[in-house]
């Protein structure tokens, strides 16, 4: 039986049920006062609401979270997030807008605010007990503004790190520079880490902050010596990129690090490492809390409409 069969995926009582037991994993409570005492259901309100006894407030589960104010059934976002959980190079608001039968502009929406909540607000740092962490970068499309020219310079840059066998982070970075990739490595990699990188400038001359590193030189056609090599990136480079120009096709430098968000997810929480299509969705929805998105302020002809 198909996992999209489950009943959260169509009933929306079952949808607000499914939510509770992800959210609340400790029980109800007030997203006002925090408090746990006293919450009850209210007689007939619509589905899922409840009242604090302390303080009064009613709520619902979807308070403070990207799904808070939303006029799109709650079942659909269940739809929504495996769609993207599950779909390896992602899924485009088109076909989002189609599947789900809502317009293109929330099925746009509703991606950008999944991808805020698959995003790792307390990340550990990577590495540690002389573990190998591959550094690169890559370059996608053009920034607003820039004529195309010879190089790298008016594309958008991407850094990033990965743990062989764990995990990867992703940043987008105005340019690539000695001092910026001391940083994001210094940052976000253990000092008791193996690193490997290519013979670039910046990894040459920079104080990285790990205590072996070695390169390899793809100018002269060495791509792998010994455990040195960053051939785990260049893997995840490939599905990056062909999930970008393929399925996404464009992509504006204001909302690319949520994109990067979207793709890190995915590999941090993929089959080989024992995560199932379903729980990969459920962990996305767990990252849903205290990160609603909106619209600014449409009270001014410049703000209306913008995002944020």
């Known amino acids: 039986m198909s996992i999209l069969s489950e009943p959260h995926f169509h009933n929306e009582e079952a949808a607000i049920a499914r939510l509770e037991g992800i959210v609340w994993q400790n029980g109800p409570h007030c997203p006002k006062c925090g408090g746990f005492d006293r919450i009850t259901p209210v007689k007939g309100g619509r589905a899922g609401l409840r009242r604090c006894g302390p303080c009064k407030r009613e709520f619902t589960v979807t308070v403070g979270t990207i799904f808070e104010r939303s006029h799109v059934p ?3 976002w269940f739809q929504a997030a495996h769609l993207l959980a599950s779909s390896k190079k992602g899924i485009s608001a088109h076909q989002l807008h189609r599947t789900l039968k809502v317009t293109y502009k929330t099925a746009w929406f509703m991606a950008h605010r999944l991808r805020e909540a698959m995003k790792d607000g307390k990340p550990a740092l990577l590495g540690g007990g002389m573990k190998h962490v591959e550094a690169d970068e890559t370059y996608l499309g053009n920034k607003k503004g820039f ?5 790298f310079g008016h594309k958008m840059a991407v850094m990033s790190l990965v743990e062989r066998g764990g995990s990867v982070r992703s940043v987008h970075v105005d340019s690539v520079t000695r001092s910026t990739v001391a940083q994001i490595i210094q940052k976000n990699v253990a000092p008791d880490s193996k690193l490997s990188t290519d013979t670039a400038a910046y990894y040459k001359r920079g104080k990285l902050g ?13 791509y792998v010596r010994g455990d040195v090599h960053v051939n785990t990136l260049e893997g995840y480079f490939s599905i990056f990129k062909r999930g970008m120009k393929g399925v996404y096709q464009h992509c504006s430098e204001k909302h690319l690090h949520r994109y990067l968000a979207e793709f890190d997810f995915r590999y941090n929480n993929r089959t080989a490492v024992g995560v199932s299509d379903e729980a990969r969705s459920t962990k996305a929805l767990r990252g849903i809390v205290g990160k609603r998105l909106k619209y600014r302020d449409s009270s001014t002809p410049a703000a209306a409409g913008k995002y944020v």
């Open 147 to 151: 004529p195309k020219q010879r190089g």
């Open 74 to 76: 709650l079942h659909k």
């Open 210 to 222: 790990v205590n072996e590193h070695a390169m390899v030189n793809h100018f002269a056609e060495e």
